[in-house]
């Protein structure tokens, strides 16, 4: 089983940043992909910023050149520096991951419990 835990969210002015973090623990035999979702009240999710195996990242258009996913791959910790904060970046921030369990096994795929991020003056 797989757990993974977010920190950093909260209240910032818009134009301001945060940090988030998300440390994955558990039985992790190879990591195909880290990536962030967001899902604001009445939307659905969506993605925000995926790293893959190879360290190929993939952003969504709306935050390209404000936000950068990094991923420390000693830590199993994921993080997403998000600068020029707008209010529509407004919603529940989630890590996900996209791993093999063991060798030999299919393909799996786990989520945090979600950090909320508010952009607001």
């Known amino acids: 089983q797989v757990q993974l835990v977010e920190s950093g969210g909260g209240l910032v002015q818009p134009g301001g940043s945060l940090r988030l973090s998300c440390a994955a623990s558990?039985?992790?035999?190879?990591?195909?992909?880290m990536g962030w979702y967001r899902q604001a009240p009445g939307k659905e999710r969506e993605l925000v910023a995926q790293?893959?195996?190879?360290?190929?990242?993939n952003y969504a258009d709306s935050v390209k050149g404000r936000f950068t996913i990094s991923r420390d791959n000693a830590q199993n910790t994921l993080y997403l520096q998000m600068n020029s904060l707008k209010p529509e970046d407004t919603a529940v921030y989630y890590c996900?991951?996209?791993?093999?369990?063991?060798?030999?096994?299919?393909?799996?795929?786990?989520w945090g419990q979600g950090t909320q991020v508010t952009v607001s003056s």
């Open positions: 558990g039985s992790i035999f190879s990591i195909n992909a």
């Open positions: 996900n991951l996209v791993y093999y369990g063991v060798y030999g096994a299919a393909l799996s795929a786990s």
């Open positions: 790293i893959t195996t190879g360290s190929r990242t």
